[in-house]
């Protein structure tokens, strides 16, 4: 029998789940062959085991308990509806277009320490990925910002957030990332730092 510190944890062997919270089906092992057991829940770290069969010994216990950590990287983070989407702000007409682009410099300077690209023409900024490891995920974060119109004055702001699922990895392999709909801390305040500072009367 399996069972989880959490009561809504889910339970997999091989994949399917078997239970939530805990389980009293059989871990069946093949000969020569392995089952593995992953334990999840949303904002804790996945717990995994493997019983394999080398065909002369097997031992899987008649009942494992497991304590499930919190998720250091769910707990630095908050959920975020403007997580990888499109915001909107309108510039107050007391700015004008060069006063403008200084302020969201300003603003985006204080959050992001390497700016990849910038052309104030265009209106168009992008900056480098910051990263921060934990426990078991990498996250990344970058801001773009691009004009979407001059009259009236708009930019289109948007922050992008992706998780990894292993600590340390590069920020250069894409194909690692997945979009999260959360964000670090952090960068809670900047949305509304772009509205307040963008719209001052």
Known sequence: ???????????????????????????????????????????FLSENLSYCYNGTNLFTPKEKFIVLKRDDAYDASIKNDYANKDFEQEVSKKYSETEAWKIISQIVTNYFDIIEMADK???????????????????????????????????????????????????????????????????????TEFQTRLSSK
Not at 14 to 28: L, V
Not at 122 to 148: A, L
Request: with cysteine.
């Open 1 to 43: 029998m399996i069972t989880a510190s959490e009561q809504d944890a889910q339970i997999f062997v091989n994949g399917r789940p078997i239970g939530s919270g805990s389980s009293a089906d059989i871990i069946k092992v093949k000969k020569h062959a392995c089952s593995f057991i992953q334990v999840e829940k949303i904002g």
């Open 121 to 191: 023409e265009t209106g168009y900024m992008k900056t480098s990925w910051q990263s921060r490891s934990f426990t078991q995920k990498t996250i990344r974060t970058r801001i773009i910002v691009k004009q979407s119109s001059s009259s009236p004055l708009k930019y289109k702001i948007k922050i992008i957030s992706e998780y990894a699922n292993k600590p340390e990895q590069s920020v250069k392999d894409d194909e690692k990332f997945k979009e999260w709909d959360r964000i670090l801390k952090k960068y809670d305040g900047l949305i």
